[in-house]
């Protein structure tokens, strides 16, 4: 199957700084791609979709300002979590969708990223 | 709005037997698709069936398979011959508004399964 990379896995950082987390889509072009947040033992919230080449579609009650999403080329989408605070600590999936869209619509998954805010 | 509704946080089988996992879903859409993702400790999603929601048979993958009550707006996972490795989250997801939409989850059942 197709194949997404996610960097980094883990990430410690002070509060009020930023980090970016990349994804990136290793063996296809992806036109979208998703970010989602997932607390511990929960399900994953999805936070915004991603195309190339346009501004990202955040979900509701999610800041776009606190979590920039850029989607520069076919095969990479960038997610900065700006002014980072303990609250923020996470664990950051991306997703993407092949550019053919696929007949089944199939959603290809990152391995994660953990974010810790100390 | 769509919903997705798991109602077994966790659950529990022997290695070697059948276990079934449960999921309804609600949606006003008449085109979707319907997945059953794993999430094993290591954190990665994993695909582990898909079902879409025209086609009234039911999805099978080796030891995974399907029950898509269409009318019901049910979709579970039955897992056969359950294996260590099947130790997981399940996530079962709905994915509207065509193959362009977006995926909706559940919260999940933790399913151990025991030597």
């Known amino acids: 199957g197709a194949v997404v990379s996610q960097h980094p896995s883990r990430v410690i950082c002070k509060s009020g700084t930023s980090v970016k987390i990349e994804c990136r889509s290793l063996d296809f072009q992806a036109t979208t791609m998703f970010w989602y947040r997932q607390f511990p033992k929960q399900s994953l919230m999805l936070m915004a979709t991603?195309?190339?080449?346009?501004?990202?579609?955040?979900e509701q009650g999610v800041e776009k300002d606190k979590f920039l999403i850029n989607h520069a080329s076919l095969t990479l989408s960038t997610l900065t979590v700006t002014s980072a605070h303990p609250e923020d600590s996470s664990f950051y999936i991306c997703?993407?969708?092949?550019?053919?869209?696929?007949?089944?619509?199939?959603?290809?998954f990152g391995e994660g990223s953990r974010l810790t805010v100390l | 709005a769509q919903t997705v509704t798991q109602s077994q946080p966790e659950m529990s089988v022997q290695e070697a037997e059948t276990v079934t996992l449960s999921c309804t879903y609600d949606t006003s859409e008449s085109n979707y698709y319907l997945f059953w993702y794993k999430q094993p400790p290591s954190r990665q999603m994993i695909l582990v069936i898909r079902?879409?929601?025209?086609?009234?048979q039911n999805a099978t993958e080796n030891r995974f398979s399907v029950n898509f009550q269409k009318a019901a707006k049910s979709f579970s996972l039955k897992i056969s011959d359950s294996q260590l490795g099947d130790t997981a989250m399940y996530f079962c997801a709905i994915l509207y508004g065509g193959s362009q939409g977006n995926l909706i989850f559940g919260k999940g059942t933790k399913l151990s399964v025991k030597p």
């Open positions: 991603s195309n190339e080449g346009s501004k990202a579609t955040y």
């Open positions: 079902q879409e929601a025209y086609k009234q």
């Open positions: 997703s993407a969708r092949l550019r053919a869209g696929g007949m089944t619509g199939e959603l290809f």
